[in-house]
């Protein structure tokens, strides 16, 4: 109950395509879903969340769709740029009683060729 | 600036030694994380503290030791237990509660490798 289920592993796209990448959830308990960033040697930065009352949220060229009834929710990324490239992981937060921390998802490593 | 800092970047431990990662944020967040990374497998949480003088195991805490005697500062100590310490550490923090807006920030990370 307190996975995340992410896919693809790995993604490659060319420039100005659509990138996609999927979790799922189990834990109806889970209450704030965002987006990470990670480039490599870095640490992952926060970019796009969302709540289980929304379905869908964008913020530029990403997008976040949200599907409460199957448990599941995507990121898009719009126009995808060599700048893009990095690794990407979902996670979900839990309630209070779970002390606010997040369980990722296993990552989607995105590379945007040119 | 404001954020979070690790040292160090880069840790050599030989077998049997305890190593400690050290954890700074000037951010006045009351929650503190420490995530390990290996590759394929996500991040797993280690540690987590929502006050001082207060730590919770996180899914992976065997090995692994803390402390959070001031805000500030969240070390994790990498026993001789752990039999498989070599990965990426992450310190992360974030205001307590989980309600909208409750960020959590990550720090740049620790490499540990074991020689």
């Known amino acids: 109950q307190q996975q995340v289920k992410q896919s693809p592993q790995s993604l490659i796209v060319q420039k100005g395509g659509i990138s996609i990448i999927n979790c799922a959830y189990e834990?109806?308990?889970?209450?704030?879903f965002p987006w990470y960033q990670q480039f490599p040697g870095k640490g992952p930065a926060l970019l796009i969340a969302?709540?289980?009352?929304?379905s869908e949220k964008k913020e530029g060229r990403f997008t976040i769709s949200f599907n409460k009834s199957a448990k599941q929710f995507s990121l898009h990324i719009m126009d995808s740029q060599p700048g893009d490239s990095a690794t990407y992981f979902c996670?979900?937060?839990?309630?209070?009683?779970?002390?606010?921390?997040?369980?990722f998802g296993q990552g989607t490593e995105l590379s945007v060729k040119p | 600036d404001g954020g979070i800092t690790q040292s160090p970047k880069y840790l050599f431990r030989k077998e049997g030694q305890n190593v400690t990662l050290s954890c700074e944020q000037n951010?006045?967040?009351?929650?503190m994380y420490w995530y390990r990374q290996d590759p394929g497998q996500g991040l797993r949480l280690i540690y987590y503290?929502?006050?001082?003088?207060?730590?919770q195991k996180g899914d992976i805490a065997e090995g692994y030791s803390v402390s959070r005697e001031k805000k500030e500062s969240f070390p994790l100590t990498v026993t001789s237990a752990q039999k498989n310490p070599t990965a990426f550490y992450l310190c992360?923090?974030?205001?307590?509660?989980?309600?909208?807006?409750?960020?959590?920030?990550f720090g740049e990370g620790s490499w540990l490798t074991v020689v």
């Open positions: 969302i709540r289980p009352d929304v």
């Open positions: 834990n109806t308990a889970f209450d704030y």
């Open positions: 503290s929502q006050i001082v003088n207060d730590f």
């Open positions: 951010l006045n967040h009351d929650a």
């Open positions: 992360a923090s974030s205001f307590g509660l989980p309600r909208a807006g409750n960020t959590i920030y």
């Open positions: 996670a979900a937060r839990g309630f209070y009683n779970q002390g606010g921390k997040l369980i």
